[in-house]
């Protein structure tokens, strides 16, 4: 059974409002794509429909025992009190671009009916972020008239793109990015045959999120990281380290490495600001903006991988303090 690491604090709250009857009737989770909201969510819902239908669960965790019946129901999906609304995967293999407003409105079936297992309904929706506006004003009407004891769980990556309306009926609860000894554990746990060093460079790399950090395993980001290094405190005068980057994170396959790229610089360059003083500082500041800037609108306007490496590279052999080569992005 999935584990959730860290997060004490929201699971105490959880536990402490289904034991006093004070349980809000949407919860909205919020916080860094991959730190657990969505493991939260399923692990909740296994407690409450647990608890209500018996028998008792004994603990002060979220963890039901895989032995208990509604446990065996919902790891086996056919728990008659219970949805979960994601993405649908398509004949492609692909994941469809929305919850639609069919699925939102297959809720009916669930909180229009007589619960069967015990008084609670519990429903998830992971993301709520992908819900398309007619699903999302579909799912208001439940929000604004909820049944009595129905739970909806609604995982939120951006919880600023919500209609207001959404937000205002959910109690919002925050998921922080994990620390180190909580990313380790996590990542252990879903990596089992990882060496220390693996899990140590995962940590290191998911900035918080196990994630993000099982998405970058393996997409080479130390070997980024020294380049990065390698840029900010020798530049790059003859444009080769920069035309090498640039040539190899604009192959196709180098899509994720290239994301991965992306969202390195800023933070890098970032890093560096913050060893600087005066002038230097004001440099490094301007230098992180312009690269936080390209690096945020490069995927969604389509901008051509290689360019965009050779220009982002060139603001951090900048930092080294003499201008890098002047000349385009081979490759």
Same mark, same amino acid.
Do not use: W, Y
């Given at each position: 059974m999935t584990a959730l690491h860290g997060h004490g604090r929201v699971t105490s709250d959880f536990l402490e409002s289904l034991a006093c009857g004070r349980l809000h009737h949407a919860w909205l989770l919020t916080g860094p794509r991959g730190v657990g909201k969505g493991t939260f969510a399923w692990l909740a819902a296994r407690r409450l429909l647990? &608890?209500?239908?018996?028998?008792?669960?004994?603990?002060?965790?979220?963890?039901?025992?895989?032995?208990? =019946?509604?446990?065996?129901?919902?790891?086996?999906?056919?728990?008659?009190?219970?949805? &979960?609304?994601?993405?649908?995967?398509?004949?492609?293999?692909?994941?469809? +671009?929305?919850?639609?407003? $069919?699925?939102?409105?297959?809720? &009916? !079936?669930l909180f229009g009916s007589t619960p069967f297992l015990s008084p609670w309904r519990v429903a998830i929706i992971d993301a709520i972020d992908d819900l398309e506006r007619a699903a999302a004003n579909a799912l208001l009407k439940n929000l604004e008239e909820p049944p009595a004891n129905c739970l909806f769980l609604l995982v939120s990556h951006a919880p600023a793109t919500?209609?207001?309306?959404? %937000?205002? %009926?959910?109690?919002?609860?925050?998921?922080? /990015?994990?620390?180190? *000894?909580?990313? !380790?554990?996590?990542?252990?746990?879903?990596? =089992?045959?990882?060496?220390?060093? $693996?899990?140590?460079?995962?940590? !290191?790399?998911? $900035?918080?999120? =196990?994630?993000? *950090?099982?998405?970058? %395993?393996?997409?080479?980001?130390? /070997?980024?990281?020294?380049?990065?290094? +390698?840029?900010?405190? $020798?530049?790059?005068?003859?444009?080769?380290?920069?035309? !090498?980057?640039?040539?190899?994170?604009a192959l196709k396959a180098a899509q994720p490495r290239y994301e991965l790229f992306l969202g390195r610089v800023p933070t890098h360059i970032a890093g560096v600001a913050r060893t600087r003083h005066g002038a230097p500082l004001g440099e490094a500041i301007r230098l992180w903006e312009k690269a936080r800037d390209l690096a945020g609108s490069a995927v969604g306007l389509s901008l051509d991988p290689a360019a965009v490496t050779f220009e982002l590279a060139g603001y951090v052999a900048a930092l080294a303090g003499a201008p890098a080569g002047r000349g385009h992005a081979r490759g």
């Open positions: 647990a &608890q209500a239908a018996g028998p008792p669960v004994i603990g002060d965790g979220l963890d039901v025992p895989s032995s208990h =019946p509604v446990a065996s129901l919902l790891d086996a999906g056919s728990h008659p009190d219970f949805r &979960q609304l994601e993405r649908l995967e398509k004949p492609t293999g692909d994941l469809a +671009r929305s919850v639609t407003v $069919e699925q939102v409105r297959g809720l &009916q !079936a919500l209609l207001p309306t959404i %937000r205002s %009926r959910c109690l919002t609860v925050r998921f922080d /990015a994990l620390g180190d *000894a909580d990313m !380790a554990a996590a990542l252990r746990g879903a990596v =089992p045959d990882a060496n220390d060093g $693996e899990i140590a460079d995962m940590v !290191a790399s998911g $900035e918080g999120s =196990p994630g993000v *950090a099982l998405d970058r %395993r393996g997409l080479g980001l130390a /070997a980024i990281d020294d380049d990065l290094v +390698r840029l900010s405190t $020798e530049g790059d005068p003859t444009n080769q380290v920069r035309s !090498a980057l640039a040539s190899k994170l």
